[in-house]
């Protein structure tokens, strides 16, 4: 009883859900309603357990981009269970300073078992020359990461790159850092948002 209570107050399990196992007769004479194909569904998403439960619906802060690696801490939302932070997100630190918001912050951990691949931003500013692009890209694949999408700006003698990387863990990332970094002309590597708008 209390798992199924937990899995309640995460979103883990919704209410339609409730009364049709409560009562199946009533839910046999309400059809389900399927979305339209063109509306996203919302799904489990694995690889993360929030107070010890695993089949909680998770979702990935957009402002932090949480890595299998990160420290990390769970916010509950109203309806859509649980969005996942890095612990040193501004949200997070600003959120646990008011009283009001801190009851909503629940443990949350790595699933070890999970091998899901998470997109991150990668941002590269370089000296501009001929051929960067391809060393730096280069660099990347190396490390066997797959590139979902890149932009590149000039500014003057300055290069500009950004890339959407997946990676199954930080550590990966950070294999990234070392192979971009040597190439010649890099002078910064940052992680940012895997949309890479600004700059």
């Not at 699933?111 to 991150?120: A, G, I, M, R, T």
């Given at each position: 009883f209390d798992e199924l209570c937990g899995e309640i107050g995460f979103?883990?399990?919704?209410?339609?859900t409730i009364v049709a196992r409560a009562f199946p007769e009533v839910a046999a004479s309400h059809p389900k309603k399927h979305p339209s194909n063109g509306r996203k569904q919302s799904r489990l998403r694995p690889g993360v357990i929030v107070d010890g439960l695993k089949d909680v619906e998770v979702r990935f802060a957009h402002c932090c981009n949480p890595l299998p690696g990160d420290e990390i801490l769970g916010y509950i939302t109203i309806g859509r269970g649980v969005t996942v932070h890095t612990r040193n997100c501004k949200f997070v630190t600003h959120g646990i300073r008011h009283p009001e918001l801190t009851h909503r912050f629940c443990e949350a951990k790595?699933?070890?078992?999970?091998?899901?691949?998470?997109?991150?931003g990668l941002k590269v500013?370089?000296?501009?020359?001929?051929?960067?692009?391809a060393d730096v890209t280069s660099?990347?694949?190396s490390r066997n990461i797959f590139?979902?999408?890149?932009?590149?700006v000039s500014r003057g003698d300055k290069a500009f790159l950004k890339f959407c990387l997946r990676v199954k863990s930080l550590?990966?990332?950070?294999?990234?850092f070392v192979?971009?970094?040597a190439?010649?002309?890099?002078?910064?590597?940052?992680?940012?948002s895997p949309a890479y708008s600004g700059t």
């Open positions: 979103g883990g399990i919704s209410a339609p790595w699933d070890l078992s999970s091998s899901q691949v998470h997109e991150v500013e370089c000296t501009d020359r001929q051929g960067l692009l660099a990347i694949t590139i979902v999408g890149s932009k590149t550590q990966e990332l950070q294999n990234v192979a971009v970094r190439v010649k002309g890099v002078l910064r590597v940052s992680r940012v």
